[in-house]
């Protein structure tokens, strides 16, 4: 049957039914996202927020398999100086850091990264580079910080590990 | 014509009521401060003025040429001096050419970040002997920098001793032991690869005057000694005798780079024999460099020998009377950068070397700023460099914000001191003349398998830039 013809069957529904047409309604969405998530070829949508240097917080919508250097980059987000060697771990300015529970799921450092994330501004127990974090989608509504802005000489960044 | 103080490409509006602002120097600290500028206030103009042709700075002299990622910023820093209200204006010297009160007249605020140029000297006898140099001369002179270009170091002797124990000293250490077949592929500059073909250097100590838990090199470079190909560390275990005690209370960095020399140490005893060594030596300080039977050149040091008053970052090391000699046909003084004053109308501290400053605003000099290695003092890597100079533009634009510069004066910006320029003779290099310089350094590269052959000669530069 078309379309139209579906539409008018479901609003022909009496009012007893109105439980199933809602139940069906949020079947058939489940099943489309779950066709886009499982059969899209670019991969699941995740969504995160990032709070930037002066505690501005920006949410987007990342793609799995994306480094989260890559997705500060693709989404233009408002961070100085981010990502200075593009990836390649020769620096550490795109220093994350992460909420506690999210720390400890990740995959752990190679020594590579600890080497250069050892030397970021703002070091904390918490913290990893965006270079070498892969989007998951686990990681949906998880945010993620820069340190914030030293406004005063006399404040001291976080305490350093 | 160059006559036109207008760049192709670009349209100046002389209306144009924006604030203008200039920066002295076009290296780091020079594009990351213009960069903050340009991003916030989009009637802000910016001129970079540099003293070379060439822009970029230590990112171009200073950094290993096997370190090619770290030179990836040079992308960022385009960007911004293809910014269509930023202009770069190379082969101009302030201080000569064009004087800093002429810059503060023509510009609202007037940006220094112009580096540090020169070397701390050791201050002992025998400096001047042939085989000593500094590692400023030494890295400029592999790095193609042109005052660098006649160095002409030997290394025909076996033993090199490096003086300071920071990340540039071994850089040098690096590049004196790495493979040949390594650093052909890099943007090393060819008189240095012909030089280190025919090196007999196979030793390479690297000399501090305080000890292991001071140590001011970071753990990526004293990986990358670890595994130069057919060389030996050759570390004293008496140097790490009293360290394991001090481990679980230092931060982690500490703690990791501790680690990494303390396994070193252990794995090396009893190891067979490779071709090459390299070293640390702890708590030894230059008293004298001690000359050959010619009395010209170098065939030795003399050290005093230290121990530490107190313990971590702020350990002093005082000597004990005691001193120690080390056979060597080069030594290479690795101590520091320093800077150097501009301009006598700019403050300048002679013992700090750094232009006396609160937080990026120059001392007693409204509309003067600074940020980089001239307000801080030449240390760190470049992503220290970058956010000091966002605090430097950072300030200025409160400043702006809160009338503490006047912007409701208009101010000519390049016009003037192109007019001026011009006047004297001075023709500046342009961002796009740069480019055709950067074009043909790319091509003769491509021709020996290498990134870029660098051009040495300042006149090489500029006939390319002009033709």
């Known amino acids: ?161 | 014509s160059w006559s036109t103080p207008f760049f192709s490409g670009k349209h100046r509006n002389v209306q144009d009521s924006g604030p203008k602002v200039c920066i002295v120097g076009g290296g780091p600290a020079g594009f990351y401060t213009a960069q903050h500028l340009l991003k916030a206030r989009d009637d802000m103009v910016v001129d970079v003025y540099e003293r070379l042709p060439v822009p970029f700075g230590l990112v171009r002299f200073g950094v290993a040429p096997d370190h090619p990622e770290v030179k990836n910023v040079i992308n960022t820093f385009t960007q911004t001096a293809q910014h269509e209200r930023c202009y770069f204006y190379g082969n101009v010297n302030v201080g000569t050419d064009v004087s800093v009160e002429e810059l503060r007249k023509a510009y609202h605020a007037v940006v220094l970040s112009y580096g540090a140029e020169a070397n701390r000297s050791m201050r002992v006898s025998g400096e001047g002997l042939a085989g000593v140099f500094s590692a400023r001369d030494f890295v400029g002179w592999y790095n193609g920098l042109p005052s660098n270009k006649e160095l002409q170091p030997h290394l025909n002797c076996e033993t090199v001793v490096i003086l300071g124990q920071g990340n540039v000293a071994l850089d040098v250490a690096r590049i004196l032991l790495s493979p040949l077949d390594l650093l052909k592929k890099t943007d090393i500059t060819q008189h240095a690869l012909d030089t280190l073909a025919a090196s007999r250097v196979r030793r390479v100590l690297i000399v501090g005057r305080r000890g292991p838990l001071q140590i001011a090199c970071t753990i990526k470079e004293v990986r990358e000694m670890i595994n130069l190909p057919d060389t030996a560390a050759d570390m004293l275990p008496a140097d790490f005798e009293s360290i394991s005690e001090a481990l679980k209370d230092l931060p982690r960095p500490r703690k990791r780079l501790t680690e990494l020399m303390m396994k070193t140490v252990k794995t090396e005893s009893g190891q067979h024999k490779a071709n090459k060594s390299w070293g640390f030596r702890f708590l030894r300080s230059p008293l004298e460099v001690l000359p050959g039977p010619d009395g010209k050149r170098v065939a030795g040091i003399r050290l005093a020998v230290n121990k530490l008053e107190g313990s971590g970052e702020d350990a002093k090391a005082v000597p004990t009377g005691q001193t120690e000699d080390l056979e060597c046909g080069m030594v290479i003084s690795s101590i520091g950068y320093k800077s150097l004053p501009i301009d006598p109308c700019v403050p300048f501290d002679p013992r700090s070397a750094i232009v006396p400053n609160n937080m990026g605003r120059v001392k007693d000099t409204a509309g003067l700023y600074c940020s980089g290695w001239v307000k801080r003092g030449p240390t760190g890597v470049i992503a220290t460099t970058m956010n000091d100079s966002f605090d430097t533009a950072r300030m200025l634009l409160k400043d702006m914000d809160s009338g503490m510069l006047n912007l409701s004066v208009n101010k000519p910006g390049g016009q003037e001191i192109t007019a001026l320029l011009k006047e004297r003779g001075v023709r500046a290099v342009s961002f796009p003349e740069w480019e055709k310089i950067n074009l043909e350094e790319v091509r003769r590269g491509t021709a020996v398998g290498k990134p870029r052959e660098k051009f040495l000669d300042v006149k090489d530069m500029l006939a390319v830039a002009w033709s």
């Open chain 1, 1 to 161: 049957m078309g379309y139209s013809e579906a539409v008018s069957q479901l609003s022909s529904l009496t009012v007893n039914q109105t439980g199933s047409r809602a139940l069906l309604f949020y079947v058939v969405c489940v099943c489309v996202c779950v066709c886009v998530c499982v059969f899209s070829s670019s991969g699941c949508k995740v969504l995160l927020h990032f709070v930037n240097q002066s505690g501005m917080k920006t949410s987007v919508s990342a793609m799995e398999g994306e480094s989260l250097l890559e997705v500060v980059i693709n989404k233009n987000l408002q961070i100085d100086g981010f990502g200075a060697c593009e990836g390649t771990l020769a620096c550490s300015t795109c220093h994350l850091i992460f909420e506690d529970g999210v720390y400890e799921k990740m995959e752990p450092m190679a020594d590579e990264e600890m080497d250069m994330l050892d030397l970021a501004y703002g070091l904390t127990k918490l913290s990893r580079l965006g270079c070498q974090v892969t989007v998951e989608r686990w990681m949906d509504g998880m945010t993620v910080r820069v340190p914030q802005e030293v406004k005063d000489r006399r404040e001291k960044p976080e305490a350093e590990i």
